[in-house]
């Protein structure tokens, strides 16, 4: 009974997050903060350099452990089940609404969120995404199958890991891998390390195989401002997939860049750029007040829920 009220406990408790830059005063004009949503697997740190970056030109971020990662206690859920705890994320901390920057996996909860909730979404930066024709492969379709499939993607992760964690083995990894900043490099290294981690992108790889085409189906309703961009050596998510889904939405638009998968490690000026552009395109609103307990930690960028201590 303990732990059945545990889990539930943890069911409701609203998404850790890490801050970046200093929110607007209540009551003024500007632009809406930006929420960071990392990959699978990922955890809030990932965004480190991307969040320096844009609290640099002024502006606020908040990057959330996803369900299943980092300090989450929520296990990890579908794309849809992301989009409702984002949206219990935002109305927790009273954010009206956002420019949602998502990499890899979390490209399909960023158009999830917009479908479902548009009021929400002012804008959005979608990096390498999954969601357009081509995301899902083959080898996607092996690594979802059962024991095998799963066993396969956790081992392999572990290895990754390794790899990309120690200098000497990094060097042996191709292009958008093994030449990533060596904090950089550590910082998604250690995103894959723990076993829940791995377990949750067992999970999500399910997802990605079983819910993405109705996903797909909404694209046409997803209205809000969109830049996807991709690397020209991409070796997860096809170049042309990312194309497509830009092709496939009614307010996108497409940017190839020189990278890998790992854009927000490898050209994080280049994500603050495209955030600034998108936002330049929206209306500035007045800003609402942000819940009281919202503070700040002895770090000063991690956003924590002080009355779920």
């Not at 959330?64 to 219990?88: C, K």
């Not at 638009?253 to 927000?264: C, E, I, K």
Request: aromatic letters at 4%; charged letters at 20%.
């Amino acid at each position: 009974m303990l732990r059945s009220a545990q889990i539930a406990s943890a069911l409701h408790e609203p998404l850790p997050a890490l801050r970046f830059g200093s929110p607007l005063v209540s009551g003024t004009s500007g632009p809406p903060p930006v929420l960071l949503l990392h990959g699978q697997p990922g955890r809030a740190s990932v965004w480190r350099q991307v969040g320096d970056e844009l609290a640099t030109r002024g502006l606020h971020a908040l990057a959330i452990d996803r369900p299943g990662y980092g300090r989450s206690q929520r296990p990890a859920v579908g794309f849809g089940g992301n989009a409702d705890a984002i949206i219990e994320f935002l109305d927790h901390h009273g954010i009206e609404r956002v420019t949602v920057v998502a990499h890899s996996w979390a490209g399909a909860v960023a158009l999830a969120l917009a479908a479902a909730a548009p009021d929400r979404v002012q804008s959005m930066v979608l990096l390498a995404p999954v969601g357009g024709r081509g995301s899902v492969n083959l080898l996607d379709r092996l690594l979802a199958l059962p024991v095998v499939g799963w066993g396969a993607l956790r081992g392999g992760l572990r290895m990754g890991a390794w790899l990309l964690d120690r200098d000497l083995t990094r060097r042996l990894l191709p292009a958008g891998f093994g030449d990533l900043e060596p904090m950089a490099a550590k910082r998604m290294a250690g995103a894959a390390q723990p076993l829940n981690a791995r377990r949750s992108a067992a999970v999500e790889q399910q997802v990605l195989v079983n819910e993405l085409a109705a996903v797909r189906t909404g694209l046409s309703g997803v209205l809000a401002p969109t830049l996807v961009m991709a690397g020209s050596h991409d070796l997860i998510v096809p170049t042309a997939a990312s194309r497509a889904l830009a092709d496939e939405m009614p307010d996108a638009r497409f940017d190839l860049v020189d990278a890998g998968h790992l854009l927000p490690s490898e050209v994080p000026g280049l994500i603050a750029d495209a955030v600034e552009r998108m936002q330049a395109l929206d209306l500035v609103l007045p800003v609402a007040p942000v819940s009281d307990d919202v503070v700040d930690d002895e770090l000063g960028d991690e956003l924590v829920c002080a009355s779920c201590s």
